[in-house]
T-cell receptor, first 113, second 114 residues
Framework: GAGVSQTPSNKVTEKGKYVELRCDPISGHTALYWYRQSLGQGPEFLIYFQGTGAADDSGLPNDRFFAVRPEGSVSTLKIQRTERGDSAVYLC???????????FGQGTRLTVV | QKEVEQNSGPLSVPEGAIASLNCTYSDRGSQSFFWYRQYSGKSPELIMFIYSNGDKEDGRFTAQLNKASQYVSLLIRDSQPSDSATYLCAVNQYSGGGADGLTFGKGTHLIIQP
């Protein structure tokens, strides 16, 4: 596609439920990043993939958060036992390489009620 | 704890004037410095990145870096109403323009008055 695609655009879930957020990067981009942005804050780094492997997962807040990228393209961010504090816009970005400009998708707005 | 500080604003600048946006960072090991623009309800888009002390110009935008003072700024010349947005400063410990492990500030809300 022309840009980074994230689905769904909006997700409302109940506290304690499991959610999956999908990111489809720009074709040919090997690097993929997940960030989350709470209202009035800057984005917060979660995880970086180079190809299929998580090269840096230092930003994942706890073991309820997990992300995969099994074929080096689409990535899924998985959140178990969601909490109200997980409510945020989850942003995915991709870049051609680890040192080139990253392009962000439009994000998934997650609301935990 | 790595921190990036920005004045949240709003910063109001008349059309045609120079807008000056400032950012300080706490980690002396930071190597790369980024300015992103974010329109309301939209995702961040990269304006510029800089990794050497001094100035870097791109069209109406100039980024300035002073590592000794741990200070980064963005100047926007001939400000236009379309420049009205939140400007996010970000830093990381790696060289190059990648987005691994960026630490963002909260952003400065810029308003260009017609």
């Amino acid at each position: 596609g022309a840009g980074v695609s994230q689905t769904p655009s909006n997700k409302v879930t109940e506290k304690g439920k499991y959610v999956e957020l999908r990111c489809d990067p720009i074709s040919g981009h090997t690097a993929l990043y997940w960030y989350r942005q709470s209202l009035g804050q800057g984005p917060e780094f979660l995880i970086y993939f180079q190809g299929t492997g998580a090269a840096d997962d230092s930003g994942l807040p706890n073991d309820r958060f997990f992300a995969v990228r099994p074929e080096g393209s689409v990535s899924t961010l998985k959140i178990q036992r969601t909490e109200r504090g997980d409510s945020a816009v989850y942003l995915c970005a991709s870049s051609h390489s680890s040192t080139s400009e990253a392009f962000f998708g439009q994000g998934t707005r997650l609301t935990v009620v | 704890q790595k921190e990036v500080e920005q004045n949240s604003g709003p910063l109001s600048v008349p059309e045609g004037a120079i807008a000056s946006l400032n950012c300080t960072y706490s980690d002396r090991g930071s190597q790369s410095f980024f300015w992103y623009r974010q329109y309301s309800g939209k995702s961040p888009e990269l304006i510029m990145f800089i990794y050497s002390n001094g100035d870097k110009e791109d069209g109406r935008f100039t980024a300035q870096l002073n590592k000794a003072s741990q200070y980064v700024s963005l100047l926007i010349r001939d400000s236009q109403p379309s420049d009205s947005a939140t400007y996010l400063c970000a830093v990381n410990q790696y060289s190059g323009g990648g987005a691994d492990g960026l630490t963002f500030g909260k952003g400065t809300h810029l308003i260009i008055q017609p």
